[in-house]
């Protein structure tokens, strides 16, 4: 059996990895209480119809590749979760229905299923409504303003902060706004604190390795302390870079995803230093404001290769540093 297919394996079957999905769900679902204070029950009904649609989706992508349904199996629950997050409030649910049947029966079914996607499948679904309905995808309504089901004219949309970045403008924000996520953006990837809490406890519960968002957010930092808007200092650039987009939100539940990053300590900080960097390219670069979610899947096609060369690369090190140790002195 080869590494990988040894690797899919375990991610598929072991108690271990369904743990692990079970703490990746328990770290998502606060995001929807402060969803739910913010735009009311409209985003629980596009958080309800991404997930089903998911899990219908897999099932039967299941039943046709004649594989077990295992109901403990909530790696579709988490792709729909994470699709819904960052969808805009006021976005039709029809935009959500496809973009989540994109992500499992194109970038999850024909790979084989769970712990063989080559591709984040949330991050897949996501790019796909982004091309397709790329208007409607970042416009967003002022918080505490509850939404109605449905979505008429009379509701005034705005753009979120991350365009004015984009723009090289300096988005007004102020820290206690910007630590609870009140200003315009998607449904779930904007409360800094309660991702940071949610952080905390993935990490607590060992459920993502530290190194992977840190190696991620390292490069993004340094970037936006060296080019940022006239007048705006190095830590106000970071902040804003950080936290008035989705950035520390992908970080936290899309980079670290263990099926599709690499396997090799040294390749997960690699590959997250990399995602960091060429995410901060294409900040500036794409005309997109979530831009993030095609670098993840531009380093999910890549993930492999880092593992190769640290293969390659850490017998010489150890053979180097051995070496070392046993000349004289």
């Known amino acids: ?31 929807y209480f402060m969803a739910y204070f913010y735009y009311g029950s409209r985003v629980l009904v596009v958080g309800a119809a ?24 909530l790696s579709a629950a988490i792709t729909g979760l994470i699709i819904s997050m960052l969808m805009p409030p006021t976005v039709d649910l029809y935009i959500v229905v496809s973009a989540s049947m994109f992500a499992i029966l194109v970038a999850k079914a024909p790979f ?35 939404l109605p089901m449905q979505i008429t004219e009379a509701i005034p949309l705005m753009q979120g902060p991350t365009a004015t970045l984009k723009l090289g403008g300096i ?11 009140h ?54 650039s970071i902040t804003n870079e950080l936290f008035v987009g ?13 099926v599709t990053a690499p396997k090799h300590p040294l390749a997960k900080a690699l590959y997250g230093f990399a995602a960091g960097g060429l995410t901060m390219m294409f900040r500036y670069l794409s005309p997109l404001e979530l831009s993030a979610v095609f670098v993840v899947l531009l380093m999910n096609a890549f993930s492999p290769a880092f593992d190769r060369f640290c293969e390659w690369i850490m017998p010489k090190l150890q053979k180097t540093a051995a070496a070392k140790g046993g000349s004289p002195s």
């Open 1 to 31: 059996m080869s590494h990988s297919n040894h690797h899919a394996s375990q991610i598929h079957h072991s108690e271990s990895a369904i743990t692990m999905r079970s703490d990746m769900i328990i770290a998502l679902v606060p995001l």
């Open 50 to 73: 991404a997930v089903s649609t998911c899990l219908i989706c897999d099932w039967i992508c299941g039943l046709l590749l004649h594989h077990r349904i295992e109901f403990r199996d």
């Open 112 to 146: 084989g299923g769970t712990g063989r996607n080559v591709f984040n499948p949330a991050a897949a679904g996501l790019a796909f409504a982004i091309i397709c309905w790329s208007q409607q995808m970042f416009q967003y309504s002022k918080p505490l303003a509850h």
């Open 171 to 181: 988005p007004r924000i102020g820290m206690t706004e910007m630590l609870l996520g």
């Open 183 to 236: 200003f315009p953006g998607p449904i779930g990837s904007t409360y800094t604190l309660i991702i940071f809490s949610c952080l905390v406890y993935l990490l607590t519960r060992k459920t993502i390795p530290w190194y992977l968002p840190v190696s991620y957010i390292l490069p993004i930092a340094l970037v936006a302390s060296f080019k940022h808007p006239y007048l705006v200092s190095s830590l106000e």
């Open 246 to 258: 989705s950035l520390f939100f992908v970080a936290v539940y899309m980079i670290s995803d263990p």
